[in-house]
């Protein structure tokens, strides 16, 4: 690794942690794939862990002398470079108070595809059009901690990449494995002809509750959740084999996409 003192945080080498917002850098590459940022030793310990190629790292100065940082050095190749810049330098960068001190650019590694993911698979979630990374990234978490295969999710979703999905997700979405759906794609279909029962999570009419023994039978469930401000499509909940909720109280009629993903899981995933 090159270790290179930066005095300029508008330094043109530091253009990938400076110029690029998310959208930009998913297109970084195009047409040959994208990078991505990942921040804080553990998320980017996930990330190097799932293979990702580091492209250069940025590091406060005194981080950059912890145990922990130079442990997530320790194998990387001569060619990266490393940028390491003071506190007052780099604190110019929006949010670099979350990172603890270490930022890393990686190429975006290849995504599984989605038939080769399904056939490997039994219990799986999907994300359609969720579109908070937030969200995003705390439903991965339960995934990771709760037994879930994988993830897969629709174009409209955000990206488990994203910066704050990732940090969410405590590096997570380098664990489980996911992929997206083809735009415009019937995934309804496609998860039946792969033998997989769908439930979809919405308030309606003829929706059984979560703890129903019928949801404990298929050997193959998929479960869907919608994004925060128009739920699922009608024609998904028509397609699907059960429409489900978590029975509320005191007149609360839904949790939050994250909370009700983590007690989905603990139901339906047990062992």
Same mark, same amino acid.
């Given at each position: 690794?090159?270790?290179?003192?930066? =005095?300029?945080?508008?330094?043109?080498?530091?253009?990938?942690?400076?110029?690029?917002?998310?959208?930009?850098?998913?297109?970084?590459?195009?047409?040959?794939? #994208?990078?991505?940022?990942?921040?804080?030793?553990?998320?980017?310990?996930?990330?190097?862990?799932?293979?990702? =190629?580091?492209?250069?790292?940025?590091?406060? =100065?005194?981080?950059?002398? @912890?145990?922990?940082?130079?442990?997530?050095?320790?194998?990387?190749?001569? +060619?990266?470079?490393?940028?390491?810049?003071?506190?007052?330098?780099?604190?110019?960068?929006? #949010?670099?108070?979350?990172?603890?001190?270490?930022?890393?650019?990686?190429?975006?590694?290849?995504?599984?595809?989605?038939?080769?993911?399904?056939?490997?698979?039994?219990?799986?979630?999907?994300? =359609?059009?969720?579109?908070?990374? @937030?969200?995003?990234?705390?439903?991965?978490?339960?995934?990771?901690?709760?037994?879930? +295969?994988?993830?897969?999710?629709?174009?409209?979703?955000?990206?488990?990449?994203?910066?704050?999905?990732?940090?969410?997700?405590?590096?997570?979405?380098?664990?489980?494995?996911?992929?997206?759906?083809?735009?415009?794609? +019937?995934?309804?279909?496609?998860?039946?002809?792969?033998?997989?029962?769908?439930?979809?999570?919405?308030?309606?009419?003829?929706?059984?509750?979560?703890?129903?023994?019928?949801?404990?039978?298929?050997?193959?469930?998929?479960?869907?959740?919608?994004?925060?401000?128009?739920?699922?499509?009608?024609?998904?909940?028509?397609?699907?084999?059960?429409?489900?909720?978590?029975?509320?109280?005191? #007149?609360?009629?839904?949790?939050?996409?994250?909370?009700?993903?983590?007690? @989905?899981?603990?139901?339906?995933?047990?062992?």
């Amino acid at each position: 690794m090159k270790i290179i003192k930066i =005095e300029d945080i508008n330094d043109s080498r530091l253009d990938i942690f400076t110029k690029y917002n998310e959208a930009q850098l998913f297109h970084y590459f195009e047409p040959n794939g #994208g990078a991505f940022i990942a921040e804080t030793p553990e998320v980017i310990k996930r990330a190097l862990n799932r293979g990702c =190629e580091p492209m250069a790292f940025l590091v406060e =100065e005194k981080a950059f002398d @912890t145990q922990v940082v130079q442990a997530l050095m320790a194998d990387i190749e001569d +060619d990266v470079n490393i940028f390491v810049a003071r506190l007052e330098v780099i604190n110019k960068i929006t #949010g670099f108070n979350l990172t603890r001190g270490v930022l890393v650019a990686c190429k975006r590694p290849d995504l599984p595809q989605v038939t080769e993911l399904l056939e490997g698979s039994k219990k799986v979630a999907i994300l =359609e059009d969720v579109m908070n990374p @937030t969200n995003v990234g705390a439903i991965f978490r339960s995934a990771a901690a709760l037994g879930v +295969d994988a993830i897969f999710l629709t174009k409209g979703s955000a990206d488990p990449f994203y910066r704050r999905a990732a940090r969410v997700a405590m590096g997570t979405v380098f664990q489980v494995p996911w992929t997206y759906f083809e735009k415009d794609s +019937d995934y309804v279909k496609i998860l039946h002809d792969q033998g997989y029962s769908v439930a979809s999570m919405a308030l309606k009419d003829n929706a059984i509750s979560l703890s129903s023994p019928e949801l404990k039978e298929p050997e193959k469930l998929a479960v869907v959740f919608g994004t925060e401000s128009t739920g699922i499509k009608a024609s998904t909940i028509a397609a699907s084999d059960f429409v489900t909720i978590i029975p509320m109280h005191h #007149g609360v009629d839904s949790l939050n996409v994250a909370a009700a993903s983590a007690v @989905t899981f603990w139901e339906l995933c047990k062992k």
